[in-house]
């Protein structure tokens, strides 16, 4: 109940009814008091303080919802901050919505209005509103972003458990004629339940896009006598190639009570040479800097993959 994205809006013509005038309201928000999130709309700025952008996001999308004069969903890339889906490479600028009467919507500063027809489970209640279920959410976000961006949306929703690939393939052939889903099919091709973060889905998405050989994500590691001893991001077992994704987020879920990073780094290293031993394979490492340079990491995948000299 204290997550701050459930933090109450106060919207004007409710504080003006509660005895409160332009004035007043003015003297709250220059006075650090209160935020003005949107026209007509006000939090407090502890609330806002204390939430990331996707989170205020969802706070401005309750407020859209809260000022709307028609039953509306929260939907498509504005539902994500409700089901904790990552919002990496997606602009936040506009609050989407969908009208449930099938209405086409006006437009309006801030806010894209959708129509579409809503079937049984295509909605749940989360947070006191109404919002897409994450199967829906997965399918429309494919239809305002660009493929990486999905791939990261998608496979998420399909690692935590809120998704399958069969329910999104279901729901998808009732929706193949509406506007901008020439992608999606492309997107649930490249997703994968198995990517554990944002960082592994760009990667397998980085190596599609530069025409690399494709890798097995997670692929389990074994010693002499057949048991699991690690698994890795991806490997290219036929061409004797590993790669592993270094993001902060991994080297802190490492982290152990008591431990440094320094200790991690150590433990990690030991790691890859055991794997090293056990398989003969070369370790490509890469980073979120690799991401943002594609073309010159995929030289650089290239060419661990390239076959060596005998």
Known sequence: MNDPRRG?????????????????IAQRVKGGEWVKIRHGAYTDASTWDALDKAGRHALVARAVVAQSRTNVVVSHVSGLPFVDAPTWGISLDLVHITR???????????????????????AVELDGLTVMAPTRLALETTTVVDVEAA??????????????????????????????????????????????????SRTYYLCFREGLPM?????????????????????WPELGVFLEFDGKIKYEAL????????????AEKERESMICRLTGWRCI??????????????????????????
């Open 8 to 24: 109450r809006v106060m919207l004007r013509k409710e504080l003006l009814e509660n005895g409160f005038n332009d004035k007043a």
């Open 100 to 122: 449930k009467d099938g209405k086409a919507g006006r437009s309006e500063a801030g806010v894209d209005q959708h129509c579409g027809k809503i079937l049984d489970g295509d």
């Open 151 to 200: 791939v990261c949306v998608v496979s998420h929703l399909l690692h935590a458990g809120t998704t399958t690939m069969e329910a999104l393939r279901a729901r998808y052939e009732l929706m193949q004629h509406w506007p901008e889903t020439l992608r999606t099919d492309l997107v649930l091709r490249l997703s994968d339940r198995r990517f554990e973060s944002v960082g592994e």
């Open 215 to 235: 890798p097995i994500p997670q692929y389990e590691i074994m010693d002499e006598n057949g048991r699991v001893v690690a698994r890795v991001d991806f490997a």
């Open 255 to 266: 982290l152990k009570e008591g431990q440094r990073a320094s200790d991690v780094v150590v």
């Open 285 to 310: 490492r890469i980073t979120w800097a690799d991401l943002a340079d594609p073309a010159r990491t995929a030289a650089m995948i290239r060419r661990a993959l390239a076959p060596r000299a005998a």
